[in-house]
C-alpha cells in the first residue's frame, strides 16, 4: 500500500452527506455512497480508481442511496454492520421527498464487527463499533495514518442525531467516550461537515466537554 493515500471528499444529495474516496495507485474504498451517481462515477473515471469495496458508516438512506447504480457497474464487497442491515435496504429507510425506495441489499454485504479489518487498501482499517445515531453505526479508523472516517457519530462541533428511530443517546454517549479516548492529532472525516482533530472537539465540541 502507497505511503500517500489520496482522500477525496464528495458532499452529495439533498443532504449534503460526505462521500470519501481513499485512492492508491489505481485502486481505491468508497465510503458512504449517499446519492449523485453521476458525480462519483465521474471521479473515479477522472482518477482512473477502480473500487475494492464500498464501506458504510450506518445504513440512513442519504449515505446508501447511490450504493445500486455503482454496484451494477463495479460489482464489490459492501460493508455494514448486522443492526443496520436488518433495515437499511427496506421501505423503512425512506426519507421522502428527499430519499425514495432505498437499494436492494448488495449481493455481497460483509457485516462490520469491532476490532474487524473491512476490504481493501491493505487491511489498515478497523471497525469501531459505534451506535447511537443508529444501532449499527460504526467509524474507521487507521491508527497508523491517524484517520477516523466516524459518519454521523461525530461532527466538527456536534454529534450526530440521536431523535431518530433506532437512536439510543446513552450508546451516543458511550460511542463518543470511545472516540474522545483516541489519539488528540486523530485527523476527523465526519459524515456531514468539514474535517476535525479528536483534540479540537475535546477542547470545543459541548458534548465531548461533557463526558470529561
Known amino acids: 500500500m502507497s505511503e500517500h493515500l489520496a482522500i477525496v471528499t464528495l458532499s452529495v444529495g439533498a443532504f449534503e452527506s460526505n462521500c470519501y474516496l481513499i485512492c492508491d495507485a489505481g485502486t481505491c474504498v468508497l465510503i458512504d455512497p449517499g446519492a449523485d451517481l453521476a458525480r462519483i462515477e465521474a471521479e473515479l473515471e477522472r482518477r482512473g480508481a477502480q473500487p475494492e469495496a464500498i464501506w458504510l458508516t450506518h445504513g440512513h438512506a442519504d449515505h446508501v442511496h447511490a450504493l445500486a447504480g455503482l454496484l451494477a457497474r463495479r460489482p464489490v464487497p459492501v460493508v455494514l454492520h448486522a443492526a443496520d442491515a436488518t433495515w437499511a435496504f427496506g421501505e423503512a429507510n425512506r426519507i421522502p421527498p428527499w430519499y425514495d425506495t432505498p437499494p436492494p441489499r448488495p449481493a455481497d454485504l460483509r457485516l462490520a464487527a469491532a476490532g474487524s479489518a473491512p476490504p ?71 459524515g456531514h461537515g468539514p474535517p476535525t482533530t479528536i483534540d479540537e472537539e475535546r477542547r470545543t465540541n459541548a458534548f465531548l466537554r461533557e463526558l470529561a
Open 120 to 190: 481493501g487498501l491493505g487491511g489498515e482499517a478497523r471497525v469501531i463499533e459505534t451506535p447511537g445515531h443508529s444501532p449499527g453505526s460504526v467509524c474507521y479508523h487507521f491508527p497508523e495514518r491517524g484517520w477516523l472516517f466516524s459518519g454521523d457519530t461525530l461532527f466538527h462541533g456536534s454529534v450526530g442525531r440521536t431523535d431518530l428511530p433506532g437512536s439510543d443517546p446513552t450508546a451516543m454517549s458511550a460511542s463518543l467516550a470511545t472516540l474522545a479516548a483516541l489519539p488528540p492529532d486523530t485527523r476527523v472525516f465526519p
